[in-house]
C-alpha cells in the first residue's frame, strides 16, 4: 500500500498570495516528483528530484519552485499565486531502484486562484 | 513528436463486457517500459500494469492485461468483464531507457464510462 500524502486537498486563495503545497511519502523513494493537471486533461510534470538536495525542472514551463531537504518531503511554492495557476496538483514518488519503478501518486491538491 | 498517444477521448462499455483502450508510443530506445494508471473521479492516479520492452509475454493482472505489439509500437490495455467501478480516466505512460532515473510520459488519456 502507497503511502504518499498531500496537503491540503482543495484550497481557495486570492491573486498575489504565496501557497505552499506539501508532500509527503512513508515509503523511503528517492525519487518524486509533481504534475500538473488540468481536469480530463493529461498530466505535465512540472519539479522532480533524485534524492535529498537535488531538484530539477520538468518538461512544462513553471512559476512555482520546490525543494528536497529530507527524503519524505517535497513541499511545493508559488510565490504569488495567479488564476492560471488553477489546477490539480499531483505528488509522486517512485523507488529507482526497483522495478518496474512505478509510480505512487497522491491524493492530489485542487487549486483554486481569485 | 506525440510520444505516448491515446485516439479515444471517450469510451462506453456494458457492464460485464471487455474493453480495449489503444495506446501507441514512440521511442528509439531499447530499453523502455510502459504503464497504465487510473484516475477516479476522486482524482488519485493507480498504478494497474507494467510492460518491459524486452518482455517477452503479455503482462496480466487480473482483469487487466496488456496487448502488447513491440513492432507495432503499441500497447493496448485490455479490461476484462467490466464493472461499473471501471469508470474512469485511463493514461498510458512510457519510461525511455534503462533503470528507474528516467521520466515518465503520459497521454492525453481516455475516459472510460461503464454502462449498466
Known amino acids: 500500500e502507497a503511502d504518499i500524502y498531500q496537503t491540503p486537498r482543495y484550497l481557495v486563495i486570492g491573486t498575489g498570495k504565496k501557497i505552499t503545497l506539501e508532500c509527503s511519502q512513508t515509503m523511503g523513494h528517492d525519487k518524486m516528483y509533481w504534475y500538473q493537471q488540468d481536469p480530463g486533461m493529461e498530466l505535465h510534470l512540472i519539479h522532480y528530484s533524485y534524492g535529498v538536495n537535488s531538484t530539477e525542472k520538468g518538461d512544462l514551463s513553471s512559476e512555482s519552485t520546490v525543494s528536497r531537504i529530507r527524503t519524505e518531503h517535497f513541499p511545493l511554492t508559488l510565490e504569488s499565486a495567479r488564476p492560471s495557476h488553477t489546477s490539480q496538483y499531483l505528488c509522486a514518488s517512485s523507488d529507482g531502484a526497483v522495478q518496474p519503478y512505478e509510480q505512487y501518486f497522491g491524493p492530489g491538491t485542487r487549486l483554486t486562484v481569485t | 513528436a506525440q510520444k505516448i498517444t491515446q485516439t479515444q477521448p471517450g469510451m462506453f462499455v456494458q457492464e460485464k463486457e471487455a474493453v480495449t483502450l489503444d495506446c501507441t508510443y514512440d521511442t528509439s530506445d531499447p530499453s523502455y517500459g510502459l504503464f497504465w494508471y487510473k484516475q477516479p473521479s476522486s482524482g488519485e492516479m493507480i498504478f494497474l500494469i507494467y510492460q518491459g520492452s524486452y518482455d517477452q509475454q503479455n503482462a496480466t493482472e487480473g482483469r487487466y492485461s496488456l496487448n502488447f505489439q513491440k513492432a507495432r509500437k503499441s500497447a493496448n490495455l485490455v479490461i476484462s468483464a467490466s464493472q461499473l467501478g471501471d469508470s474512469a480516466m485511463y493514461f498510458c505512460?512510457?519510461?525511455?531507457?534503462?533503470?528507474?532515473?528516467?521520466?515518465?510520459?503520459f497521454g492525453t488519456g481516455t475516459k472510460l464510462q461503464v454502462i449498466p
Open positions: 505512460a512510457m519510461r525511455e531507457g534503462p533503470g528507474g532515473y528516467q521520466k515518465v510520459t
